[in-house]
């Protein structure tokens, strides 16, 4: 009786060992989905896309202007960001580089431009800048195509992930799941039913979960990152027994089958 115990104690502890490390995390699930039979090959479930917010140029923000012109580089104050002010142009290769190349937006929206002088483009879209900068560069350039990149989008991702820190990138469009792959993902603890962001609005800063768990995810207004965004991977309420468990169980089990096979030898040879 008393070896038939331990061996239901190794049973059970090796049944729960077997839920606990093939539990499934999982992104953007859809309702009965991992029980289905999924059909390869084919378009398995077509979702509408998130509208982009478009993003708006705010005081302090720090900018690089290009401009691409039939006119000669020499009459062409943007054609080089080469040797301005002692930089080059590997200053404006990474956004996380704290020695940015750009012009700032002052605290009412207006930046200095060489050739141009003061323009107000604080409050105004990407596309509506640029068209006004070529607007006004057309009559001292041939042909002239602006381009406006913001230099210092910066988002931070904390808690349970891979990489904590402060991103920043180029692109226009970043999703909450493109920052969170920059950042290494959810770690295995991490609750991706319950992703908070903080996002500054004004005076404020407003507070909003995500769940990343589910499609539902991909119509939500907060899809996209926006500049100073803060991700926070919460962790598991349970994660301090699920770490625990995983960590030990299969120690226990060991120790649990190397005693009941100590003891069976012991008892045969009698």
Same mark, same amino acid.
């Given at each position: 009786?008393?070896?038939?115990? +331990?061996?239901?104690?190794?049973?059970?502890?090796? #049944?729960?060992? =077997?839920?606990?490390?093939? %539990?499934?995390?999982?992104? /953007? !699930?859809?309702?009965?989905?991992?029980?289905?039979?999924?059909?390869?090959?084919?378009?398995?479930?077509?979702?509408?896309?998130?509208?982009?917010?478009?993003?708006?140029?705010?005081?302090?923000?720090?900018?690089?202007?290009?401009?691409?012109?039939?006119?000669?580089?020499?009459?062409?104050?943007?054609?080089?960001?080469?040797?301005?002010?002692?930089?080059?142009?590997?200053?404006?290769?990474?956004?996380?580089?704290?020695?940015?190349?750009?012009?700032?937006?002052?605290?009412?929206?207006?930046?200095?431009?060489? +050739?141009?002088?003061?323009?107000?483009?604080?409050? #105004?879209?990407? =596309?509506?800048?640029?068209? %006004?900068?070529?607007?006004? /560069? !057309?009559?001292?350039?041939?042909?002239?195509?602006?381009?406006?990149?913001?230099?210092?989008?910066?988002?931070?991702?904390?808690?349970?992930?891979?990489?904590?820190?402060?991103?920043?990138?180029?692109?226009?469009?970043?999703?909450?799941?493109?920052?969170?792959?920059?950042?290494?993902?959810?770690?295995?603890?991490?609750?991706?039913?319950?992703?908070?962001?903080?996002?500054?609005?004004?005076?404020?800063?407003?507070?909003?979960?995500?769940?990343?768990?589910?499609?539902?995810?991909?119509?939500?207004?907060?899809?996209?990152?926006?500049?100073?965004?803060?991700?926070?991977?919460?962790?598991?309420?349970?994660?301090?027994?699920?770490?625990?468990?995983?960590?030990?169980?299969?120690?226990?089990?060991?120790?649990?089958?190397?005693?009941?096979?100590?003891?069976?030898?012991?008892?045969?040879?009698?």
């Amino acid at each position: 009786m008393k070896y038939s115990k +331990l061996l239901y104690i190794l049973f059970f502890t090796y #049944l729960f060992s =077997s839920c606990v490390s093939n %539990k499934k995390l999982t992104y /953007l !699930k859809h309702e009965g989905e991992l029980k289905e039979e999924v059909t390869y090959d084919s378009v398995y479930r077509s979702t509408k896309a998130v509208p982009l917010a478009l993003n708006t140029l705010r005081p302090f923000d720090q900018i690089l202007v290009e401009v691409k012109t039939v006119t000669p580089p020499e009459y062409n104050p943007f054609a080089y960001v080469e040797n301005v002010a002692g930089s080059t142009v590997a200053n404006v290769q990474n956004p996380e580089n704290g020695s940015l190349l750009g012009y700032n937006i002052d605290e009412e929206g207006n930046v200095d431009l060489p +050739l141009i002088g003061r323009v107000q483009l604080g409050g #105004l879209t990407y =596309s509506q800048a640029e068209e %006004k900068l070529r607007s006004i /560069l !057309k009559d001292m350039m041939d042909q002239p195509a602006v381009r406006v990149k913001l230099l210092n989008f910066r988002f931070t991702v904390m808690g349970e992930v891979g990489r904590p820190g402060m991103y920043g990138t180029f692109s226009r469009e970043i999703s909450v799941l493109e920052g969170l792959a920059k950042a290494g993902g959810a770690k295995e603890f991490g609750d991706r039913a319950k992703i908070k962001l903080l996002r500054k609005n004004g005076d404020y800063v407003e507070t909003i979960y995500l769940n990343l768990n589910s499609e539902e995810f991909m119509h939500s207004p907060y899809y996209y990152l926006q500049q100073e965004d803060v991700l926070v991977v919460l962790p598991l309420k349970r994660r301090p027994t699920l770490e625990y468990v995983q960590r030990n169980v299969s120690i226990i089990a060991s120790i649990t089958a190397a005693v009941v096979s100590i003891v069976t030898l012991i008892t045969v040879n009698r």
